[in-house]
């Protein structure tokens, strides 16, 4: 399945692949990696959640669309005023806000109700090429290995949470170990929290938590004694809502990362007794992105040993309709199934 819908402008055939042509203020990527999120999975299995069924009202796009937002690739095609050389890495920053509305003009582009996002309102990442604007491209080391480089975007996401709540010295907690919980480990760490519990339901999970800095490990069953200061709910299922609120002390700050598609019950008298402050944090701004790209690229993040399964572009359908795996999946366009 390597044959991919383009609708861009003067598209042209290269090697019997339909590659398309940038326009102006575009780069064309050759798409390195790109890393499969669950709300990659999500989209698939219970959508359509944010892909759009009717034309998107800026980018007049509608399913079916090019999955892929955690992305790393080589500039391939660019004009000389895109500031970009062809052969240069770059990770793009999926999101494209109005900059007019209000939450842009306040600094909270990430809330923009116009957003236009690769993979969800416009073509994404799982694909062997993509066309970008130049100007959403973000220069990754070219040394650091695919399955850290395509990360950049998950750890912007977890950087942006951490501006959430005060992690210095304060006791934090994270809810769900996959791929998304253990970036939230790592900033954690590195943003000087006192003490990082890892609470999950995976026993494997917990091990690799264990294994890669977090101060203790426990089940759900075991949330209500953690007494957080601080906890991150990262796994996105209605249960893990739950454990999060046992988890959080009184007068303690509970910050929801998770993609919840559903409702979820929350037991409002206790949130009211304990005082518990919950916040949402949702996607991140280009300067998370710009950060969590730095810090792989210096070393200082992606660093924590994860599960990785590398698989060809073909692999992405099946890895889609099956939903997600103790390994991050990513997927590499120039490996052959």
Not at 65 to 80: N, Q, S
Not at 140 to 156: H, I, M, T, W
Not at 223 to 233: I, L, M, Q, S, T
Request: some cysteine; proline content about 6%; hydrophobic content about 45%.
């Amino acid at each position: 399945m390597r044959a991919v819908r383009w609708h861009a402008r003067g598209d042209v055939r290269l090697d019997d692949v339909l590659v398309p042509s940038p326009g102006e203020g575009e780069v064309l990527i050759r798409v390195e990696a790109a890393a499969i999120c669950g709300t990659d999975v999500d989209e698939v299995r219970l959508g359509p959640i944010t892909v759009p069924v009717r034309p998107h009202p800026v980018s007049g796009r509608s399913a079916p669309i090019t999955l892929g937002h955690e992305i790393v690739g080589v500039v391939a095609e660019a004009r000389p005023e895109s500031g970009l050389a062809v052969g240069q890495r770059v990770a793009p920053w999926p999101s494209r806000p109005c900059g007019r509305c209000r939450e842009c003009r306040s600094g909270h582009a990430n809330r923009c109700p116009s957003m236009v996002a690769l993979g969800m309102s416009v073509d994404g990442g799982m694909a062997e090429f993509l066309v970008v604007d130049a100007d959403r491209c973000v220069p990754v080391g070219a040394d650091v290995e695919p399955e850290r480089a395509v990360l950049v975007e998950p750890f912007a996401v977890a950087l942006h949470a951490a501006h959430r709540a005060e992690l210095r010295d304060r006791r934090v907690a994270i809810v769900g170990m996959g791929s998304l919980g253990l970036c939230v480990l790592e900033v954690a760490i590195r943003a000087g929290a006192k003490e990082v519990i890892a609470v999950s339901r995976s026993e494997a999970a917990r091990t690799a938590a264990a294994q890669d800095g977090a101060t203790a490990v426990v089940s759900y069953d075991q949330a209500a004694g953690v007494d957080a200061d601080v906890v991150f709910e990262t796994a996105g299922e209605a249960t893990a809502v739950g454990v999060s609120v046992a988890a959080t002390r009184r007068g303690g700050q509970l910050v929801i990362l998770g993609g919840h598609v559903r409702p979820v019950e929350l037991d409002l008298l206790d949130l009211v007794v304990r005082e518990i402050d919950v916040r949402g944090s949702v996607s991140h701004c280009r300067a998370d992105f710009v950060a969590a790209a730095e810090a792989i690229t210096a070393g200082e993040l992606a660093r924590a040993r994860r599960r990785v399964e590398l698989a060809p572009l073909e692999a992405g359908p099946g890895f889609l309709r099956n939903g997600g795996g103790a390994a991050k999946r990513v997927l590499i366009p120039e490996l052959r199934s």
